[in-house]
């Protein structure tokens, strides 16, 4: 079965450093999302990508944050300026295009960011 | 969109089936049900998704109503390997300007003893 990776497993960082987290979602899906779980809470939207540009943010998507897919099969996030706070594990999803409604966005295994 | 309301948690034991209702009054008439599984420190997993009255697959089978105000998740005979989280969303999440968009509330947490 096709599969969302996401890499590193798991990032332990200083606060204020630079942090790039790596997806590759599955081939054939064109709309790609974020989203973030702090430790014992909800499952957070943060961006989706599509057609190369940000369709949507969330709040918590501010300017320390941006996406990129650099080329054919990656999709990024970048945390400019990590803050304590941004501590939580990361999940990148994809999503076939429509034409079928039934569309199911399928995850990656997480990537644990720790800032200390 | 939709507010859900779902039970914060329920206990099983092995071999039996598990219902799960979430309360969805608001839905509207584009709106899609739809369930996640997620197991600790791993991504949510897609179920089941529907519309009205029932779906089935190799894995649950989803009940809608006529007025569609709620939905019930079956899990048949279920193991120790289903405990998670599982999470009803409900929206227009293939169309429309969210572009799939989807909104996790606080889910349902199963826990399936031996």
């Known amino acids: 079965e096709p599969e969302v990776t996401q890499t590193p497993s798991h990032q332990v960082t200083q606060m204020g450093q630079e942090v790039i987290l790596r997806c590759v979602p599955i081939?054939?899906?064109?709309?790609f999302y974020w989203y973030r779980q702090i430790l014992g809470q909800k499952v957070e939207f943060l961006v989706s990508?599509?057609?190369?540009?940000?369709?949507?943010k969330s709040e918590i998507f501010d300017d320390q944050f941006s996406v990129e897919r650099p080329d054919g099969s990656n999709f990024t996030l970048k945390i400019r300026s990590t803050k304590l706070e941004d501590s939580a594990m990361y999940f990148c999803?994809?999503?076939?295009?429509?034409?079928?409604?039934?569309?199911?966005?399928?995850f990656g295994q997480g990537t644990r960011l720790t800032v200390v | 969109l939709a507010k859900t309301t779902q039970p914060i948690s329920m206990d099983s034991y092995e071999g039996q089936e598990v219902n799960i209702t979430c309360s969805h009054n608001?839905?509207?008439?584009?709106?899609?049900i739809t369930w996640y599984q997620q197991f600790p420190s791993q991504g949510p997993r897609f179920i089941i998704q529907?519309?009205?009255t029932k779906v089935t697959n190799e894995v649950a089978s989803l009940f809608i109503p006529a007025d569609r105000k709620s939905s019930t998740l079956s899990l048949p005979r279920v193991s120790l390997s289903d405990t998670a989280v599982y999470y009803c969303?409900?929206?227009?999440?293939?169309?429309?300007?969210?572009?799939?968009?989807?909104?996790f509330g606080r889910g349902t947490q199963l826990t399936v003893w031996p």
């Open positions: 529907g519309y009205k």
């Open positions: 969303l409900v929206g227009d999440i293939n169309r429309g300007s969210t572009l799939g968009r989807l909104y």
């Open positions: 081939s054939n899906h064109l709309y």
């Open positions: 999803a994809s999503k076939r295009e429509g034409g079928d409604r039934y569309t199911e966005a399928f």
């Open positions: 608001n839905i509207a008439t584009n709106d899609y």
């Open positions: 990508f599509y057609n190369n540009e940000i369709s949507e």
